[in-house]
């Protein structure tokens, strides 16, 4: 009896055990839905929300567009006058041509004109006003930007108008030039935000009812598949990669879907746009040519017709030619030609516009071709931009998921015991690197949010300072980051075995917080700008080695190399999501707001840090007390070998060197060339998806087909070839190039660089971790030289780049010849940690 009650127990404890589990393995589910519903939500939210953005910048150009032409035929006038001695600021018949202006112009409250001293504003309820302009850096500006343009050898590219954009309206700037040509003032344009918010507001309804029909959607595919999906297994563990595979798939598919969707909008969206800009225009030339044929002027007799139709289109590059015909002629057109075109084309890219007849009865109409080719390019633009949201999000869904992953697991392992208090400090405890992939995920992408912009804001930013040139000027921020990461690198390692990881990363999140927040400024300068990014560059070598510290804390060496590819798999997918993000947010809403969100982001981060995860120290290894005369002797002769002097002064030193051309010149060579920061994003997205994804298999591959030797200088023969083909033809294509060759290198070089150096007979006698550190730092002090070196190679042109990619050529001949050979023990190579990047 006694033995049946005892199994009685022991099965309604099992019973018990068995109702709990599924207990939480239903709400483990409940939360997993629920988070990955959550993501899948944030992620579409974001995709539409830059999709949104997009289209409201080039409904905001088809607006612009059509209020520049009109203000631009008023200002024709006013030109005119000035020709023949007329003063702007007592020009007489000014109120009579503004309030023709304002009466073709709906959108318009208010026209003002401006010049160096005073302005003038011209409002719907006929009040004038005449006040001092009081911010003379308003004219300054405008004088600037004005004459900059005018000076430009392609003017099609840039257009002397400006745009600004204040909280509740849109300030548009159309240039006066005197008979020299030089700016003498400027027609100022104020319309209210709605005007352009109204329209995308409706876009961004839609979008809003197909997202919630996407998550409902994805919703219901989860819940279905959960029910036949145990979340656990039969120890209560959560199935992580069923899990992951699962929710990448349904967000894949749900991505792609709303990305379609976003493109048919969107291109329909642009193609109504340009037909109405195409329609003002119409609209303008109709009312222009009426007026005179009201007076009896016969078309026949209209002076320049073909001249006036040609300054009509050449602000609006979605109109590609504009034609005044009849049935049988072509009586004027903006090509200067008499050909016919057939009205054959589609209904989207061609339109007629009817006009009174004369005197003589002849009824012409106005013909409007729409520049299929642009309009085409613009969608290609927009199918682009969706493609790396596309290729972002899914970087961004997969690090995100495994985040949430990881903390369902957490959840499950803790079961409900009682939350323990976190220790604040851990002597030699082993180090807990689950969390490693995802915090290195989130804070590389908050800190390189603004990667792709920092040179051309500091290009804007250039004054004069302690006369240096302008281009080491512009280099100085990158610069004193890479320095600042230096010097975080060094003091962090001298202290990170004292205090553990954990205090050392608070510390760095903070620094890169407030060098990011200076950096969000509007008023800053580049003086500010350059001591704020080696307060941030500071703080982020200090968090890179509190993070490897953190790795090294662990006890087991298979732990350490799970967490060090953890830690690079993380950075990597950081960069890519963090460059992308930062600058299509850049091209939408200005540089300062995207500091302003990495802030947020690090200080999330900081937070999640110290509440969630306890400080260790590395584990001390078991090492020879050796005295401090021992020790000098020691690195003095590791400073002095050859093969370790030569490595890291014609091989690390110039690569770290040449790889700036991507983080400091081809951000402001692609400015220069009208490409957009979105662009440049692209190129990092390029450069970052090589080296991630081709990293494993050409290593294997280089380094069995040719040893590590000869890896080592191939890989440094695609830096200097990369510098060389661009400094042969400077364009676009051959830095895209160069920023290939670039990725191609460090996706299989720096893991032959590890191997090199770790096989030297110096590192093993001085160390690894101290020669880990000479690396690290030599690598820092090349990526410091790199934006001083080009700054300076570049007064030369392009052809400068190329000389460095042949100086570095001769180096890597150098090293070659100049070599040691190791023994046959040190000619193995053997294996090694990655180093830091």
């Known amino acids: 009896m006694k033995l049946f009650l005892l199994q009685k127990e022991k099965a309604a404890g099992m019973n018990n055990e068995t109702t709990s589990l599924g207990r939480k393995s239903r709400y483990t589910g409940l939360v997993f839905i629920s988070a990955a519903l959550l993501l899948i939500i944030v992620v579409l939210a974001f995709t539409g929300g830059l999709n949104i953005s997009s289209f409201q910048k080039k409904y905001e150009e088809s ?96 257009h002397d108008y400006m745009l600004e954009r204040l909280e509740n309206e849109y300030l548009l700037s159309v240039p006066i030039y005197n008979p020299h040509g030089y700016w003498e003032g400027s027609v100022q344009l104020a319309f209210d935000r709605s005007v352009v918010s109204t329209r995308t507001g409706e876009y961004l309804f839609i979008l809003l009812r197909y997202l919630l029909l996407l998550a409902a959607f994805a919703a219901l595919i989860l819940v279905l598949t959960m029910s036949r999906l145990p979340i656990t297994d039969h120890a209560g563990k959560l199935r992580s990669k069923p899990l992951l595979i699962l929710i990448i798939a349904i967000m894949s598919v749900i991505q792609i879907t709303y990305g379609y969707i976003n493109y048919q909008l969107f291109s329909r969206a642009y193609i109504n746009a340009s037909q109405e800009v195409a329609v003002s225009a119409a609209e303008i030339i109709s009312r222009d040519i009426q ?108 690090e995100i998921s495994i985040l949430v992953l990881l903390l369902l697991s957490n959840g499950l392992s803790n079961g409900v015991k009682k939350k323990k208090e976190i220790p604040r400090f851990t002597q030699q405890s082993p180090a807990d690197t689950t969390m490693i992939r995802p915090l290195s995920f989130i804070f590389h992408l908050a800190l390189f949010l603004s990667a792709a912009f920092i040179p051309i804001m500091s290009k804007e930013l250039y004054e004069p300072l302690w006369g240096m040139s302008e281009n080491l000027i512009i280099a100085l921020p990158v610069t004193i980051e890479m320095f600042g990461a230096g010097v975080g690198v060094i003091l962090a390692a001298s202290n990170v075995d004292k205090r553990g990881w954990k205090p050392l990363f608070l510390l760095g999140a903070l620094s890169v917080a407030i060098g990011m927040l200076i950096c969000s400024l509007p008023s800053i300068n580049i003086l500010g700008f350059s001591l704020a990014r080696g307060l941030a560059g500071f703080g982020y070598g200090v968090c890179f080695m509190a993070l490897r510290a953190l790795i090294t804390s662990g006890a087991s060496g298979e732990k350490q190399t799970s967490g060090l590819t953890s830690f690079f798999v993380g950075l990597y997918a950081g960069i890519n999501c963090g460059i992308i993000v930062g600058a299509m947010l850049a091209d939408r809403i200005g540089y300062h707001p995207v500091f302003t969100i990495g802030v947020i982001i690090v200080v999330l981060t900081g937070l999640f840090v110290l509440k969630q995860m306890k400080n260790t120290i590395p584990i001390p290894r078991k090492e020879k007390n050796i005295s401090f005369g021992e020790t000098f002797n020691q690195l003095g002769g590791f400073v002095r070998n050859k093969q370790v002097v030569a490595f890291l002064l014609l091989i690390v030193l110039p690569v770290a060197a040449c790889n700036m051309f991507l983080d400091y010149y081809f ?157 046959a023990e040190q000619q193995k190579r053997g294996s090694g940690n990655e180093l830091s990047l």
């Open 291 to 398: 007026s005179v044929i009201e007076k009896g002027v016969p078309y026949s007799d209209l002076y320049q017709l073909d001249t006036y139709l040609q300054g009509i289109i050449q602000e609006l590059p979605a109109i590609e030619q504009i034609n005044l015909m009849n049935e049988e002629n072509v009586l004027a057109s903006s090509e200067g030609g008499r050909d016919r075109i057939e009205s054959t084309m589609e209904s989207d890219y061609t339109f007629e516009v009817g006009l009174i007849p004369d005197q003589t009865g002849n009824l012409p109409y106005i013909h409007v071709l729409l520049s299929e080719t642009a309009i085409k390019t613009e969608l290609r633009m927009i199918v682009l931009d969706m493609v790396t949201v596309l290729i972002t999000s899914i970087l961004f869904m997969i």
């Open 63 to 158: 607006v612009v567009f059509s209020l520049v032409a009109p203000t631009k035929q008023t200002i024709g006038k006013i030109e005119y006058a000035l020709k023949y001695g007329k003063e702007l600021e007592h020009f007489y018949g000014l109120r009579e041509l503004i309030d023709e202006l304002l009466d073709q112009l709906e959108e318009v409250n208010e026209v003002r004109v401006l010049w160096p001293n005073e302005a003038i504003a011209f409002n719907r309820d006929n009040v004038i006003l005449r006040v001092p302009i009081e911010d003379t850096s308003i004219i300054e500006t405008l004088r600037d930007r004005h004459e900059v343009a005018t000076k430009l050898e392609n003017d099609s590219v840039v």
């Open 667 to 823: 951000p402001i060579f692609a400015d220069h060339e009208g490409l957009s920061t979105s662009d440049v994003g692209r190129a990092f997205l390029v450069n970052g998806l090589i080296i991630v994804y081709l990293a494993p298999l050409f290593s294997k591959l280089f380094l069995k087909w040719l040893g590590v030797e000869k890896a080592l200088l191939m890989s440094g023969l695609l830096v200097a070839l990369a510098m060389v083909i661009f400094g042969v033809k400077g364009s676009v294509l051959t830095a895209i190039i160069a920023v290939i060759l670039l990725g191609l290198s460090d996706s299989f070089g720096l893991v032959a660089q590890n191997k090199y150096y770790l096989s030297l007979k110096a590192t093993g006698q001085l160390g690894t971790g101290k020669a880990i550190g000479y690396y690290d730092n030599m690598r820092k002090v090349g990526q410091m030289l790199g934006p001083m070196i080009f700054g300076g190679v570049v007064l030369m042109g392009q052809i400068g780049i190329g000389l460095l990619g042949i100086l570095f050529l001769i180096m890597l001949l150098f090293f070659w010849v100049t070599r040691f050979r190791n023994d």
